[in-house]
């Protein structure tokens, strides 16, 4: 272990003797100031009630248990709240008025029973490739399922009690909001002529929760961005924007180049006779200085994620540690790209083909990534004419490349069960497709990794150095 | 116990043959000095011994373990020529990323870093970034980090390179007192004067062949040939001393000296009862001595220039260092 330690060391030295990694530290700083500059405002409640119930077309069948929605929109209702009070607790409280929002477009059903009866039945019909012809092509079958609206008569409509129209609007608050069924009650106000409808609303925790619309200022409310911003989407869009785009591919690319050196310098003439000239193994030296970057990478990133969850965490008003999942998620992501770029450096003993190679092969998967998601897209809607050989050739190369995209893919899915409350979540769609899962990304992506490096310890126990 | 043993020891580069059957054994507690021009093998024999280069064929024994074991280069410490130390290393620290690669304990780094710096002259830069070191300065740093875990076998490659004389000076007088302690030291060097005056034994590697091996003063060895030289106005008896059977040439640019070469099992004794004989008077005789530079200059200099590295990349990946 003294070995690994001293080379560990060694890379951390290698890396802190540029300017590069102080650039990045200054970035995170930077990134997390930015980040923790940023203040959230809860919107006036009846503009925010207004915001949530605009969502209530998406009804979630099994009494709000289904992760499949059902949109309603056919038999359109308006909710209105010009009431609505906030207190200090957070606590909202209103009169919803619920009528028609124009003459029923289908069979003239009342809107409102027909979204409770659709809340209150199981989910009905999954309907798979509802809007091609019936049949994925192109090789395996993709699944992507909506519920279709159930079929209800007049007196199914009739049937729904004045429970059911409450617990149809906690199931929905609760889902929207962000807050607990327990957190909201819902009573029926007796002498409004049906089809309208009028109900007592009470949201406890209701300004804090992530469904609640807030204003958002930066740069210390130098600059305000207006309302609307509900605070789960928005800390998920910074969320996911520093993983997926300035993490997933700016980090990424810096922390390619900088660790690119690593190897060829340690390769260079009359550096490696030194270092084989001591009692280690080259595959012990080779392996140790590949974990001595993804150790000095780890550390960067460590720090930058953390540093932006404190900086959010503290300004949403939320301290959910799920972001800080991102940390492994970025180094397996830098790890695969790492080892491509270790076994150029020991083919060619050059920094500079480590950090062209590396990179091109590093858009080469997003292009690969992007092309599986279209294709995958394409099976269902048939929107392209592709021929078969085509998703032959995007699933074969998937299949046996590391999972970049698959990795940027779950890690989003990740943010956003973490933070959209979970109507908002399952309405974003991430319960109707299939996601790639974390076992096979993670495998191949090791599989990939530990095939790079075998390569590279056999080429360096091979040749005379 | 043979610290270093090598029996017909080949190394191939693709075409070229870099060492040809080396036969070598070096005993503990030696000054073992390697001469040979650029690209005799000298260079690589070393990295075969430490495993850095696969040696194609023959045998080859470091402290007794096959050449190139992992475990026994915890024993050995080596300096090599054009070595590069990463620059983001102060002497001190690169002094201590050695010596846990050798596995010597923390605690003991901590007392033996500085005062192995201090025997090779750098203590007091001991905490500068070597990229602000002089040549010669690295070349102490090397040295230092080849003795730092106290190995019983110091292999330096072109150890003086880029050292001033008196840098020189304090070197050879570093592996004096080195090999008064018991370690064995392999040297490779250029400098003939400078393994002339430390070496116990040397070898002549030429073209990867071993062309003469013994101690100095084995190699030095005349065959035994004077100069003498009469007083002022005396002729000198060439002919006579001709007669006795010992060759005789007279020296140019001097005054009337001759050169007179012993023959096989007789001494300078009947030529100088000759010239008492003849009332002459001796005024200078002087055994000529044969400098190690003579030695090597007579042993190679008929032969072509070695393999240059460039010569040997055509023919194989490159190996890094001098041969």
Same mark, same amino acid.
């Given at each position: 272990?003294?070995?690994?330690?001293?080379?560990?060391?060694?890379?951390?030295?290698?890396?802190?003797?540029?300017?590069?990694?102080?650039?990045?530290?200054?970035?995170?700083?930077?990134?997390?100031?930015?980040?923790?500059?940023?203040?959230?405002?809860?919107?006036?409640?009846?503009?925010?009630?207004?915001?949530?119930?605009?969502?209530?077309?998406?009804?979630?069948?099994?009494?709000?248990?289904?992760?499949?929605?059902?949109?309603?929109?056919?038999?359109?209702?308006?909710?209105?709240?010009?009431?609505?009070?906030?207190?200090?607790?957070?606590?909202?409280?209103?009169?919803?008025?619920?009528?028609?929002?124009?003459?029923?477009?289908?069979?003239?059903?009342?809107?409102?029973?027909?979204?409770?009866?659709?809340?209150?039945?199981?989910?009905?019909?999954?309907?798979?490739?509802?809007?091609?012809?019936?049949?994925?092509?192109?090789?395996?079958?993709?699944?992507?399922?909506?519920?279709?609206?159930?079929?209800?008569?007049?007196?199914?409509?009739?049937?729904?009690?004045?429970?059911?129209?409450?617990?149809?609007?906690?199931?929905?608050?609760?889902?929207?909001?962000?807050?607990?069924?327990?957190?909201?009650?819902?009573?029926?106000?007796?002498?409004?002529?049906?089809?309208?409808?009028?109900?007592?609303?009470?949201?406890?925790?209701?300004?804090?929760?992530?469904?609640?619309?807030?204003?958002?200022?930066?740069?210390?409310?130098?600059?305000?961005?207006?309302?609307?911003?509900?605070?789960?989407?928005?800390?998920?869009?910074?969320?996911?924007?520093?993983?997926?785009?300035?993490?997933?591919?700016?980090?990424?690319?810096?922390?390619?180049?900088?660790?690119?050196?690593?190897?060829?310098?340690?390769?260079?003439?009359?550096?490696?006779?030194?270092?084989i000239s001591?009692p280690i193994g080259?595959?012990?030296?080779?392996?140790?200085?590949?974990?001595?970057?993804?150790?000095?990478?780890?550390?960067?990133?460590?720090?930058?994620?953390?540093?932006?969850?404190?900086?959010?965490?503290?300004?949403?008003?939320?301290?959910?540690?799920?972001?800080?999942?991102?940390?492994?998620?970025?180094?397996?992501?830098?790890?695969?790209?790492?080892?491509?770029?270790?076994?150029?450096?020991?083919?060619?003993?050059?920094?500079?083909?480590?950090?062209?190679?590396?990179?091109?092969?590093?858009?080469?998967?997003?292009?690969?990534?992007?092309?599986?998601?279209?294709?995958?897209?394409?099976?269902?809607?048939?929107?392209?004419?592709?021929?078969?050989?085509?998703?032959?050739?995007?699933?074969?190369?998937?299949?046996?490349?590391?999972?970049?995209?698959?990795?940027?893919?779950?890690?989003?899915?990740?943010?956003?069960?973490?933070?959209?409350?979970?109507?908002?979540?399952?309405?974003?769609?991430?319960?109707?497709?299939?996601?790639?899962?974390?076992?096979?990304?993670?495998?191949?992506?090791?599989?990939?990794?530990?095939?790079?490096?075998?390569?590279?310890?056999?080429?360096?126990?091979?040749?005379?150095? | 116990?043979?610290?270093?043993?090598?029996?017909?020891?080949?190394?191939?580069?693709?075409?070229?043959?870099?060492?040809?059957?080396?036969?070598?054994?070096?005993?503990?507690?030696?000054?073992?000095?390697?001469?040979?021009?650029?690209?005799?093998?000298?260079?690589?024999?070393?990295?075969v011994l430490l495993g850095?280069?696969k040696?194609?064929?023959?045998?080859a024994s470091l402290l007794d373990a096959p050449a190139g074991a992992v475990e026994v280069r915890r024993r050995v410490?080596?300096?090599?020529?054009?070595?590069?130390?990463?620059?983001?290393?102060?002497?001190?620290?690169?002094?201590?990323?050695?010596?846990?690669?050798?596995?010597?304990?923390?605690?003991?780094?901590?007392?033996?870093?500085?005062?192995?710096?201090?025997?090779?002259?750098?203590?007091?830069?001991?905490?500068?970034?070597?990229?602000?070191?002089?040549?010669?300065?690295?070349?102490?740093?090397?040295?230092?980090?080849?003795?730092?875990?106290?190995?019983?076998?110091?292999?330096?490659?072109?150890?003086?390179?880029?050292?001033?004389?008196?840098?020189?000076?304090?070197?050879?007088?570093?592996?004096?007192?080195?090999?008064?302690? *018991?370690? @064995? %030291?392999?040297?490779?060097?250029? #400098? =003939?004067? !400078?393994?002339? &005056?430390?070496?116990?034994?040397?070898?002549?590697?030429?073209?990867?062949?071993?062309?003469?091996?013994?101690?100095?003063?084995?190699?030095?060895?005349?065959?035994?040939?004077?100069?003498?030289?009469?007083?002022?106005?005396?002729?000198?008896?060439?002919?006579?001393?001709?007669?006795?059977?010992?060759?005789?040439?007279?020296?140019?640019?001097?005054?009337?000296?001759?050169?007179?070469?012993?023959?096989? *099992?007789? @001494? %300078?004794?009947?030529?100088?009862? #000759? =010239?008492? !004989?003849?009332? &002459?008077?001796?005024?200078?005789?002087?055994?000529?001595?044969?400098?190690?530079?003579?030695?090597?200059?007579?042993?190679?200099?008929?032969?072509?220039?070695?393999?240059?590295?460039?010569?040997?990349?055509?023919?194989?990946?490159?190996?890094?260092?001098?041969?």
């Open positions: 272990m003294q070995q690994f330690f001293a080379i560990l060391k060694d890379s951390y030295r290698e890396a802190v003797d540029g300017f590069v990694i102080y650039v990045m530290l200054g970035l995170a700083l930077v990134v997390a100031l930015i980040v923790g500059s940023i203040t959230f405002t809860p919107d006036p409640a009846p503009r925010a009630v207004a915001v949530i119930v605009s969502k209530f077309t998406a009804v979630f069948p099994d009494k709000g248990k289904s992760k499949a929605f059902t949109a309603v929109a056919q038999h359109p209702v308006k909710y209105s709240a010009e009431n609505a009070e906030s207190g200090t607790d957070g606590t909202v409280k209103f009169v919803l008025d619920v009528a028609p929002e124009r003459a029923a477009v289908v069979d003239k059903k009342d809107g409102f029973r027909y979204a409770v009866f659709t809340w209150s039945k199981p989910a009905g019909e999954k309907f798979k490739n509802p809007f091609g012809d019936g049949k994925a092509k192109g090789g395996e079958e993709r699944r992507f399922e909506i519920v279709l609206p159930p079929e209800a008569t007049a007196a199914d409509l009739a049937a729904v009690t004045d429970d059911d129209m409450a617990g149809f609007l906690k199931s929905q608050f609760a889902a929207f909001v962000g807050v607990t069924e327990a957190d909201v009650s819902a009573k029926r106000v007796a002498g409004v002529a049906e089809p309208s409808y009028r109900f007592e609303v009470e949201l406890k925790r209701a300004t804090t929760a992530r469904g609640w619309p807030q204003t958002l200022d930066v740069f210390f409310r130098q600059v305000s961005l207006g309302d609307d911003w509900e605070l789960g989407q928005t800390v998920f869009k910074i969320e996911n924007g520093l993983v997926g785009w300035i993490g997933g591919t700016g980090t990424l690319v810096i922390s390619v180049i900088i660790t690119a050196f690593f190897i060829p310098n340690m390769l260079r003439k009359g550096s490696i006779d030194l270092l001591k080259r595959t012990q030296l080779l392996v140790y200085k590949y974990i001595g970057g993804l150790v000095f990478i780890s550390i960067i990133t460590s720090f930058t994620i953390t540093l932006v969850w404190i900086a959010i965490s503290f300004r949403a008003g939320y301290w959910d540690p799920t972001f800080l999942l991102t940390i492994p998620t970025l180094l397996l992501a830098f790890a695969i790209l790492y080892a491509l770029s270790t076994a150029v450096a020991v083919f060619t003993r050059s920094a500079i083909a480590s950090i062209l190679i590396t990179i091109a092969f590093m858009f080469g998967l997003f292009i690969v990534g992007q092309a599986k998601t279209f294709f995958d897209v394409n099976r269902v809607f048939q929107v392209a004419k592709v021929p078969d050989w085509a998703y032959t050739l995007v699933d074969t190369l998937h299949a046996i490349l590391p999972r970049y995209k698959d990795l940027d893919r779950l890690t989003s899915k990740l943010l956003i069960e973490t933070n959209l409350p979970s109507g908002e979540a399952r309405t974003s769609g991430i319960g109707l497709i299939d996601y790639p899962s974390w076992g096979m990304t993670i495998g191949v992506s090791l599989a990939f990794i530990v095939v790079m490096l075998a390569l590279s310890c056999w080429k360096l126990n091979k040749r005379d150095n | 116990m043979s610290v270093i043993e090598t029996a017909d020891l080949r190394k191939r580069y693709g075409p070229i043959e870099a060492l040809k059957g080396v036969s070598l054994r070096v005993e503990k507690g030696q000054i073992y000095g390697l001469l040979g021009q650029n690209g005799a093998g000298k260079t690589t024999l070393i990295k850095i280069v040696l194609t064929d023959g045998r410490g080596y300096l090599p020529e054009d070595h590069a130390f990463p620059g983001y290393h102060t002497g001190y620290s690169l002094m201590d990323y050695y010596g846990a690669l050798y596995g010597v304990p923390a605690a003991e780094r901590a007392k033996k870093i500085p005062d192995t710096l201090e025997l090779v002259g750098i203590a007091g830069r001991m905490h500068s970034k070597i990229k602000t070191y002089s040549k010669g300065m690295k070349q102490r740093l090397g040295i230092a980090q080849a003795l730092m875990h106290d190995p019983e076998l110091i292999i330096l490659d072109e150890p003086t390179d880029g050292v001033d004389p008196m840098g020189r000076k304090e070197i050879r007088d570093l592996m004096g007192q080195l090999k008064a302690k *018991g370690h @064995t %030291i392999f040297l490779n060097s250029h #400098l =003939l004067g !400078e393994v002339e &005056l430390i070496c116990d034994r040397v070898a002549i590697l030429h073209k990867g062949v071993v062309v003469r091996e013994g101690t100095i003063d084995e190699l030095t060895k005349t065959k035994g040939t004077y100069v003498l030289g009469l007083m002022s106005g005396q002729t000198f008896p060439a002919d006579a001393v001709a007669q006795l059977g010992f060759p005789v040439r007279p020296l140019p640019d001097t005054a009337g000296h001759f050169e007179v070469t012993l023959v096989e *099992g007789k @001494t %300078i004794e009947p030529v100088m009862k #000759l =010239l008492a !004989e003849r009332g &002459l008077t001796v005024v200078h005789i002087v055994e000529k001595k044969q400098s190690l530079e003579d030695v090597f200059m007579k042993t190679v200099e008929s032969a072509e220039p070695g393999v240059d590295r460039k010569q040997r990349r055509r023919g194989a990946r490159p190996v890094g260092g001098e041969n």
